[in-house]
Nanobody, 126 residues
């Protein structure tokens, strides 16, 4: 069983930055893609960013391209989401997620991911 724990959320003014971390236990992240999703109040959970199992390719939602960066540190068994130039519409609970299957997987599909963290709240004030 994989446990994922997010941290780094908080309250920030528009234009500010936050760095989210996702620590994994129970299994190495090496060889597995990882994703970040978010859910705003009253809205469905949506894809934010993902990184392939080799760490060589990343994918982003159009709404965060150029502002967010996903990265991974397999030695620390962790994944990160650097968020710059934050906007009020980025306010949401952010979740990291991991698939049960290793190797190439469809990165953008929520159904790809079997393990989810509890989420960390990000609030951006205007």
């Amino acid at each position: 069983q994989v446990q994922l724990v997010e941290s780094g959320g908080g309250l920030v003014q528009a234009g500010g930055s936050l760095r989210l971390s996702c620590a994994a236990s129970g299994r190495t992240l090496r060889g597995y893609a990882m994703g970040w999703f978010r859910q705003a109040p009253g809205k469905e959970r949506e894809f934010v960013a993902a990184i392939v199992y080799l760490g060589t390719t990343t994918s982003y939602a159009d709404s965060v391209k150029g502002r967010f960066t996903i990265s991974r540190d397999n030695a620390k068994n962790a994944v990160y989401l650097q968020m710059n130039n934050l906007k009020p519409e980025d306010t949401a609970v952010y979740f990291c997620a991991a698939p049960r299957r290793g190797g190439p997987v469809p990165l953008l599909r929520e159904s790809t991911y079997d393990y989810w963290g509890q989420g960390t709240q990000v609030t951006v004030s205007s």
